[in-house]
């Protein structure tokens, strides 16, 4: 039995997947509008469908599943890790990031010098692309025509569709002080948060021991 709580026919007579994809059209933002089918699980190159359909699976999450689905020994590597330590952010490495920097590297055979940026998604992978090429002082980036390269703005800002593009090209940014006004806001109780905010920006290497 799914999260609907319906054990072969929903509402009406309706499958389970048209009843989950319903459930979906009323939950999420229709940003893709609402997709074709409802996935429930996979196994190696295969997906099964809410209503019990196996497909053979050619698209892969478009082109990110290289590994297919439930591989057991990435399975235990994905439990392995969330077992012993969960998201550390930027201020802090860890051993696997470290190891996997370098065995990319290698595979790469990338020349002396070289490094790793890892990103969440391609279209971070993308802005990444963009801050570099402007960092280098080149003025000029070439986007391919018809391509697509993210859903964030910058990414966005290359993207060949002008449909993708238009809504969102870059406006006006108006900055307001927020610590300035904190400053006289912030209740008592408040005050040692603010005393750190002010201290990260210089003492970010610091790291108190517990
Ligand atoms: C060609 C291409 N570039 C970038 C992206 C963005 O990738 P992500 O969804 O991981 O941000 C996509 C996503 O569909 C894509 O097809």
Redesign the pocket.
């Known amino acids: 039995m799914g999260m609907s709580g319906l054990s072969e026919h929903g509402e009406g007579g309706l499958e389970r997947g048209a009843v989950d994809l319903q459930r979906y059209g009323h939950a999420l933002m229709g940003t893709f509008g609402v997709p074709m089918r409802v996935l429930t699980r996979g196994e190696g190159s295969y997906v099964w469908d809410a209503d019990g359909n196996r497909y053979l699976d050619l698209l892969g999450g478009?082109?990110?599943n290289a590994l297919g689905h439930g591989h057991p020994a990435w399975v235990e590597a994905i439990a392995s890790q969330a077992a012993t330590l969960a998201h550390a952010s930027n201020f802090f490495a860890t051993e696997p990031q470290i190891a996997l920097a370098e065995r990319l590297l290698d595979l790469a055979q990338a020349p002396t010098g070289s490094r790793v940026f890892f990103a969440?998604?391609?279209?971070?992978?993308?802005e990444a692309a963009i801050k570099m090429a402007r960092k280098t002082g080149k003025g000029t980036i070439i986007a391919l025509e018809g391509?697509?390269?993210?859903?964030?703005t910058g990414?966005l800002a290359l993207t060949y569709k002008e449909a993708y593009r238009a809504p969102f090209a870059p406006s006006s940014v108006t900055w307001c002080s927020c610590l300035s006004t904190m400053s006289r806001r912030w209740p008592m109780r408040w005050r040692p948060m603010r005393r750190t905010f002010r201290r990260s920006s210089s003492s970010r290497s610091r790291v108190r021991r517990a």
């Open positions: 478009i082109a990110v969440n998604s391609g279209t971070e992978a993308n391509g697509f390269h993210g859903r964030s990414a």
